[in-house]
């Protein structure tokens, strides 16, 4: 699924309708904005540092096609706690937002833009391409590593450690910095601790972004941003007006 700069961007992107559409809700995500940077980078944080699986931080996997569709609805009904928006403190509700957005982005991506590599063989290069290609999209935030650096919770919210987020989050620091697609492979690489040469990156990039430059035509990627953000959105609207909370009572 894509990787933090994509999901940076999504989320700028999601603050813009939020300000259109529900501007108390856009309000208090600017407020706290580190806290909503951070819930958008959280389940790849709870799934690597968390050693949480797929399942445990995401709340689908690809290879059960009955989750799918599912992660945000799965993540209450797992985590009932973080269900009663009226129960949480302010940055608390934005970190579970940022977290939602990223729960939908990557089902937006499946559904839009991977969906089209299943079935092929050798389909791991084609999927690092599609990463590298989406984290191209765009990010109008002049501050944004200065408000990731703002980002200095240790507690707990729920199963989330801010802690461990917090550490991932500065890991993504890079993508929030540069905006050209080596820059991009190389703050991942150091993410995964896999140190490449220069020329072995910029050979790898290219052959990837090439192999996957036909899955990801200019319709498909919009399709894919507009899905992202409008999943995004209407979760965020379901969790505000306390939906899931409803539907976690006995």
């Known amino acids: 699924m894509p990787r933090g700069r994509c999901h940076f961007a999504l989320l700028l992107a999601l603050q813009k309708k939020l300000a259109a559409e529900l501007p108390a809700v856009a309000e208090l995500t600017a407020t706290y904005m580190p806290d909503f940077l951070a819930g958008s980078v959280a389940p790849d944080a709870m799934r690597a540092l968390g050693k949480m699986g797929k399942w445990g931080s995401h709340f689908y996997v690809e290879e059960r096609p009955d989750t799918w569709g599912k992660a945000v609805s799965g993540m209450f009904l797992a985590h009932q706690d973080l269900s009663d928006v009226s129960r ?25 833009v991977t969906a089209y590599v299943h079935g092929i063989e050798n389909w791991r290069p084609i999927i690092y391409g599609l990463w590298s290609l989406v984290d191209e999209l765009d990010i109008s935030h002049p501050h944004l590593a200065r408000d990731i650096d703002r980002f200095k919770r240790k507690t707990n919210i729920g199963f989330i450690s801010c802690e461990l987020v917090g550490a991932f989050l500065k890991k993504s620091r890079g993508w929030a910095l540069y905006s050209d697609p080596l820059s ?23 052959t990837n972004r090439r192999l996957a430059a036909p899955f990801l035509t200019a ?3 919009q399709a894919f941003v507009n899905q992202a953000v409008l999943r995004a959105f209407e979760e965020v609207r379901r969790f505000v007006s306390n939906q899931y909370a409803q539907k976690a009572k006995p």
């Open 184 to 206: 991009h492979e190389r703050v991942f690489l150091d993410m995964i601790g896999k140190p490449l040469s220069d020329r072995d990156i910029q050979h790898r990039l290219e």
């Open 88 to 112: 949480l403190p302010l940055p608390d509700q934005v970190l579970v937002m940022g977290y939602l957005s990223h729960l939908t982005a990557d089902e937006a991506f499946r559904d839009e």
């Open 219 to 221: 319709d498909r990627l």
